[in-house]
Every structure is written in C-alpha cells, then in structure tokens.
C-alpha cells in the first residue's frame, strides 16, 4: 500500500475530552504512523482555536463558543476542513459530528472519504431532525463506511441504503500495555489492593447512558468500594447522590487518570463494571482494556456489540440494565467467587489477545482506505455524483 495522508475529523479531542471516540482516533492514528502521515482536525469543547502535538500527531483545534447538544459552535470548521482536505489523500470522518456533515459539500473530489460510523445521534431528536440530509449526503459521498459490529447495520436506517460499502472492523487496544506491569507499577498496585481489597473499577465519561448512577445505587448491597474513573457533567451529581445513600466512603470519583494510572486501578481492582443503559453504548473499548488486563467483567445486555465483547459466562457477567438489584448480584457473586473470577478473567485476557489487538484493527482499517483510494480512482467522479 501506497503512503498516504489521512486527516481524521471529528467534535472533539484530547486534552478538552478523553477516551471513547477521541482515543480510537489516536490509537489508530500512532498505530499507522510508520506506515501513513495522519494529523486530526476537531473544535475545542469553548475556547481560542490552537494547534499541538499529541504522541507525535498534529492536532488542529477550532475555536468554539461552546456546545450544544453535545456539539461545538464552531463556525468556521466547514471551510476550515474543506481548505485541509485538499492536501491529503483521504478523510476520515468519525460519526456523529454535525460538523463533518456540515463540511461534506466541500470536501475536493479527488480526496477519498471514509465514515467510521461509531453511533447513530441517541437521544438528541431535534439535532437528529436537523442534521439527517446532511448525514445522508456524507453517506452517499463516502467512498466507505466502517463500523465495529454488524449490531449497527442491523439497527441503523441510514446505513440500510448503503451496506454494499459498510466495513464492519472491530475495535482494538494495545493490550500488551494494558496486560504488563512494571516493579514499580506493581508497588503502587499493592499499596492501592491493600487500602481497598474488595475494588471494583470502572471508567468513562460521566453521562447518562454510562450508568453509572445504577452503579452507585447497587453498591448499597455490595461489600465492595467502587472507584469511577473519568469525568464529565454528572460529577456533581453522582457525588450527591453517593452521600445521600450513605454511600461517600464507598464511592471514589477519582477524574480522569493518565493511562499509566488507570493501569494501576485496573491491576489493583478485583473486577471491572461497566453498567450502561443505553444503545449509546455500542461497544465498551474500556471493557477490551479491562480484559487485556485480566480482569472480570459486568456488563449489561444492551442491542449493540457489548455484551458479545465480554460474552455472558465466558469472559463477564451480563446482566439487564438499569438494573441495581442484578447488578449487585453480579458485583458480589465475582467478589466470593474466586474461582469464576479468575476463569472469567484469564478467558478476557485470551479474548483480548485473539481478538481485539491494536495491530489487527489498523490492519483492517488500512485495507479499507486503501479500497476507498481504489475506487475514487475508478471512478473520480464518484463523489461528486453521489454527494450532488
């Protein structure tokens, strides 16, 4: 394959938020550095635009008046992203991002596009009324749409028209990272077990459909101190409603930890949790990671990929969502059974390794851009025909 110049578009990234779209965005693009040149166009989340370097990828970053809808009000990212497009090879466009719609019209046609369709817009209908011609005419230019599990064809009516270009290319981590510790690690992951013995930890953005709202709510009926990882809107509120259920000394909102540290938490911690409630959720790489780390999962059974990441029985507990009651079985069932726990984690560890390697989904995902190069040169006039 050919190097190419990728620019990878999406709301938002690292340092304004972290983990879920953003970090599959760079984990992709570090894993294809010595391969392929990628940069990543996005808005900041409120603020002056500026530009940086994360782990050797340039980011250019949009000023924004703030965000609505979980969007950024950034005015001039369409031109912006037209004027970028026209110095690579190919676009990847991570959905959803109104603003990439926004911008479809004028991507040059001699520049490649690629959807990696990550979630439909849940829960947001007035935006999902507004934005859903735009969505259509950046499905009809893409050259090729990727996604992570055939649960979004199924579920998706945008992708209905479209399936003869979807790719679906499972997520991966780096699990070797996640599966080793160094000495030192392995200290400060003593002292962490030896002050909580009985850890449950789990991470995300602090949003509705994470749950972790049921999570507080079920550790009323487990002997166990769970630590959230991550930050987000419902800071504030998960902690109230941790002291108003008694619950402030069992539950640590620890923000968000660098990798290095989160490492720790999950080598210290007995089993990982991760209780959405939502199709939002349609795939739990933080659960992948946990699994590369050896750990146990409770997940919920929800119409996407989750629970067939950590299989029921085999590498997790799955359980109903928005369900404390089940999820507490879960959670104490893991923490008395040693021998399920430690079955059920070795079996993520194998999974993690045969499965979900960072190496195996950049493989994928460049044989994708490179069959979307292919027929823009097939036919150069494609996107401007579909689009139009």
Not at 246 to 271: C, E, N, Q, T, V
Request: hydrophobic share 45%; charged share 20%.
């Amino acid at each position: 394959m050919k190097f190419l110049r990728v620019l990878h578009a999406f709301k938002v990234f690292p340092p304004d938020v972290n983990g879920g779209i953003p970090e599959v965005i760079a984990s992709l693009a570090k894993a294809m550095a010595p391969r392929h040149q990628s940069s990543v166009l996005v808005a900041r989340t409120l603020g002056w635009g500026r530009r940086y370097v994360i782990d050797g990828i340039p980011v250019e970053a949009l000023g924004s008046f703030g965000t609505i809808l979980s969007s950024p009000i950034s005015p001039g990212f369409p031109l912006v992203l037209a004027k970028r497009s026209q110095q690579v090879e190919l676009v990847a466009f991570h959905h959803p991002s109104p603003l990439n719609d926004l911008a479809t019209i004028g991507l040059p046609i001699r520049t490649a596009l690629v959807v990696h369709w990550h979630s439909e817009i849940i829960g947001r209908r007035p935006l999902a009324d507004v934005v859903a011609p735009l969505i259509r005419r950046t499905l009809a230019r893409a050259q090729s749409i990727i996604v992570s599990h055939p649960s979004i064809l199924r579920n998706s009516p945008f992708l209905a028209v479209h399936r003869e270009k979807c790719a679906v290319v499972p997520y991966g981590v780096d699990v070797p990272f996640w599966g080793e510790t160094c000495d030192s690690m392995r200290r400060k992951v003593e002292e962490l077990r030896s002050r909580h013995p009985r850890l449950v930890i789990a991470t995300g953005r602090l949003v509705p459909y994470k749950g972790f709202n049921v999570l507080i709510e079920a550790l009323r009926h487990v002997d166990a101190t769970a630590i959230i990882v991550g930050d987000g809107r419902l800071r504030e509120a998960l902690s109230r409603a941790a002291v108003r259920l008694g619950l402030g000394h069992k539950i640590i909102l620890a923000g968000p930890l660098s990798r290095d540290d989160l490492k720790i938490h999950l080598h210290a911690a007995r089993l990982f949790v991760l209780p959405s409630v939502s199709a939002a959720e349609t795939f739990g790489i933080a659960q992948v990671e946990a699994m590369a780390a050896g750990l146990p999962i409770v997940n919920t059974d929800l119409p996407t990929a989750f629970p067939d990441v950590a299989r029921h029985g085999l590498e997790a507990l799955t359980v109903p969502p928005n369900d404390p009651t089940a999820l507490a079985a879960a959670i104490s069932l893991l923490m008395d059974d040693k021998e399920m726990s430690l079955r059920l984690g070795s079996a993520g560890r194998a999974r993690a390794k045969a499965e979900y390697k960072l190496e195996t989904f950049s493989a994928r995902i460049e044989q994708v851009y490179e069959s979307a190069i292919k027929c823009l040169l097939a036919c150069p006039e494609h996107g401007h025909r579909q689009a139009s």
